[in-house]
């Protein structure tokens, strides 16, 4: 929604297929959790070796197919594509 | 008769019946149509509105599949000035993310306007920097156009507010346009350093507080920072309701600014470019909360119907119907979330 500039249907519908779950998913915590644990997107809990700040941007960047301004700088930095 | 518990438009509290909760539903609702020439809201949408003011739960919340974004305005200000607590703008972003849930927050100075910013500009993009390695909900930079600022003694521009009552009229036209032109160097230059320090966004915040040359500033840079920085969001919240026209003469893109109600702001908005507009009603505290909030979903719900981008209401003290009064009574600020995503549509607040 924010990089798109989507309305918020469109956005939900847009990430529940990149998710590969249903629209109803994306407000069930419990289910949300499971999904990000399992994509390693960064959880409000953190864990061992779990993905957080900018390596989940990154990761969320591809699942969703959209262009992050920090991790674009990111990359811009490390002098490579990732 | 029953009577059921509300509040005044200034949060205190208020029993009201049925009919008087209806009829200060429907006079809300006329306001609207009355000031603004807004589309009224039907039987059903009314009929609504009164289930969500009469349910006996002291907070409520939106049903499944009616959730919106919950974004921050003077995102960093809240936590470690307003509420004193000793943490730093870095931290009180992780806490909105990780303990609030917040779905964006906004890195800002204490001093809220773009003016005053100019002279930390880049140790302000250093921080959002840091804050982005940290960070994976969207972080925006937000501040006012605040265009009161370049007058003097602050600013090298006569007071349009002092010349107006003069009969300068020229003058104080004048003194705007040259304000407007030097706010937009100011917003392009400390908003270029934060799309370039990879802030997610810019948060263009209380544009138009001092009238239509306010909002042409904030939309002039908002069309130059899309050319430059075309996947840099932005988004601009409005001052009020109704653009004042202090200047009266002022167009963007053919379009006077001067009167323009959030049906039309949001046209002007997405003509610069602006991906996300945040609506802003007005409360008026000597009604009640039903009056108010049956106002605001009007504007809001028309608003809606006509926006090509996401529309965030302002739902917070003295606005979105919410009653003015430094702590929110979340028996009101739940109410109008409801009512505003559930009948007026909108995408988040």
């Known amino acids: 929604m924010v990089m798109k500039g989507m309305r918020i249907g469109e956005a939900k519908k847009y990430v529940a297929d990149k998710l590969h779950c249903d629209v109803f998913d994306l407000t069930d915590s419990a289910k949300m959790k499971e999904i990000r644990e399992s994509l390693d997107l960064g959880t409000v809990n953190d864990r061992p070796h779990a993905s957080y700040g900018m390596s989940a941007k990154i990761k969320i960047a591809e699942l969703l197919d959209i262009k992050i301004p920090s991790v674009e700088l990111f990359k811009k930095k490390l002098g490579a594509a990732l | ?349």
């Not at chain 2, 305005?73 to 936590?79: E, M, V």
């Not at chain 2, 979903?297 to 529309?311: F, L, Q, S």
């Not at chain 2, 009653?323 to 739940?334: F, G, K």
């Open chain 2, 1 to 349: 008769m029953a009577e059921y518990f509300t509040r005044m438009g200034d949060g205190e509290a208020l029993w009201q019946s049925e009919d008087e909760l209806r009829a200060d539903v429907e006079a809300g609702v006329e306001d609207a149509v009355k000031r603004g020439k807004a589309k009224p809201l039907d039987d059903a949408d009314i009929a609504h509105l009164m289930d969500i003011l009469k349910m006996p739960e002291k907070n409520v919340s939106v049903e499944r599949g009616c959730e919106g974004i919950h974004t921050f305005d003077a995102g960093t200000l809240k936590l470690p000035i307003r509420s004193a607590v000793p943490v730093s703008r870095h931290v009180t972003l992780l806490i909105h993310e990780r303990i609030l849930c917040s779905d964006t927050m906004e890195l800002c100075n204490t001093d809220y306007s773009f003016k005053m910013v100019k002279n930390c500009a880049p140790e302000e993009a250093m921080q959002m920097e840091q804050a982005q390695q940290d960070m994976i909900m969207p972080v925006f930079y937000g501040a006012m156009p605040n265009l009161g600022l370049y007058t003097k003694p602050d600013g090298q521009f006569d007071n349009w507010a002092e010349l107006l009552p003069q009969g300068k009229i020229k003058e104080a036209m004048d003194a705007q346009e040259g304000a407007a032109e030097q706010c937009y160097e100011d917003m392009l230059y400390i908003s270029s350093l934060q799309a370039e320090a990879g802030a997610c966004g810019i948060q263009f915040d209380t544009a138009g507080a001092s009238g239509d040359a306010d909002l042409l500033a904030a939309l002039k840079t908002t069309k130059a920072l899309k050319e430059k920085y075309p996947d840099t969001c932005v988004t601009m919240g409005m001052a009020n309701e109704f653009t004042l026209g202090m200047h009266g003469k002022l167009e963007f893109e053919g379009d006077k600014l001067a009167g323009k109600y959030p049906r039309d702001q949001v046209q002007s908005c997405a003509k610069a470019g602006v991906d996300m507009y945040g609506a802003v009603i007005n409360t008026n505290s000597s009604r009640s909360f039903a009056w108010n909030l049956a106002r605001s979903v009007t504007y809001v719900k028309e608003c809606t119907e006509v926006a090509t981008i996401p529309v965030l209401v302002n739902a917070g003290m003295g606005v979105g119907g919410i009653p003015l009064s430094a702590v929110a009574p979340t028996d009101a600020t739940t109410r109008a979330s409801k009512a505003l995503l559930e009948i007026g549509k909108a995408d988040g607040l």
